[in-house]
């Protein structure tokens, strides 16, 4: 083989590899494990990193690296146990992925509730000095940006049922909106432990904007008199033009650090000295006198 052959199957070779370098896609489904059944809006990402989806209705999803994975791929779902892919599976081609679900035995337990009265934890205000905003412009879809988590750190006086949640949404040029509701202890400052066994969500439809209601008041969740972090999760979202997609929270700043924000399911959470306008209608447990 000549020099001259050499070089440019050596550049050919090295183009291959920037190429490759710079972009890595995968495209697949997350099914159930016992059903085989798709699992919507499933979560996808790489720990500690600003990399990942969700899942559409049927469970496809889209996720683009920047470049070949190096760490495990996360896969997680409300009910089931989460899963780990290792990056060498990942280059090997595995695109399906599979969840176990959770076996959750529920005792038989009477719940009776002591007295309550109504009240209110959260932000109530329906302006701010910040818009928070979220989307993305000129992009037939938006599957980097699922996964983007907003929340608070909430402190209830008293022992709490929540009744419902309340979001608003200053701008929302989206004909359709989807978010998970989270729920996570609140460890060294920032989110820990998830504590919702359910899929709640919260969806808008027709460019909705101001104050978006969700009833979980059936759900029949407690809040103890401590500190919870509430989040809201993007799940999905569509609009016909593919131009101008966004929407935007009032955010306003606060002494104490208590919103909370990550990129995806996986990323670091960041701390913001601000409060972003969302809260719950409760139901307050008051002694019995």
């Given amino acids: ?41 499933a979560t996808l990402g790489i720990v500690g990193r600003n990399i990942g989806t969700v899942a559409d209705e049927q469970g496809r999803y889209i996720l ?18 989460r899963a780990a892919v290792s990056p060498q ?25 002591r007295r309550v009265k109504a009240g209110q934890i959260g932000r109530t205000q329906p302006t701010g000095e910040v818009l928070w905003t979220a989307g993305s412009s000129g992009k037939e879809t938006v599957d980097d940006e699922w996964g983007w988590e907003l929340g608070t750190v909430l402190t209830p006086k008293r022992p709490a049922y929540l009744d419902a949640l309340h979001v608003y949404l200053s701008t929302n040029t989206y004909e359709h909106l989807r978010f998970r509701l989270n729920l996570y202890t609140l460890e060294n400052g920032r989110p820990g432990r998830a504590l919702l066994a359910q899929d709640i969500q919260l969806t808008t439809t027709n460019k909705q904007r101001g104050w978006v209601q969700l009833d979980v008041s ?24 593919p131009w101008d997609k966004y929407f935007s929270i009032p955010v306003r700043r606060d002494k104490k ?16 000295a601000m409060q972003p306008s969302l809260y719950f209608t409760v139901l307050e447990e008051v002694d019995k006198r």
């Fill in 64 to 81: 683009r690296f920047p470049a070949a994975p190096t760490d495990s791929l996360v896969i997680t779902s409300v009910g089931f146990f």
């Fill in 218 to 241: 059936s759900y029949d969740i407690r809040l103890e008199a401590q500190p919870v972090v509430a989040t809201i999760q993007w799940l999905q979202s569509e609009k016909t033009d």
């Fill in 89 to 113: 599976a990942l280059l090997n081609g595995q695109r399906e992925f599979t969840l176990v679900p959770l076996e959750q035995a529920l005792p038989d337990v009477v719940v009776q509730r």
């Fill in 257 to 272: 650090q208590v919103m909370v924000e990550r990129e995806n399911s996986q990323a670091v959470w960041t701390i913001q």
């Fill in 1 to 41: 083989m000549s020099i001259r052959r050499l070089l440019l199957s050596w550049l050919l070779c090295l183009s291959s590899y920037c190429l490759y370098a710079q972009a890595f896609t995968l495209e697949g489904q997350v099914r159930n494990a016992r059903t085989d059944q798709p699992i919507p809006f």
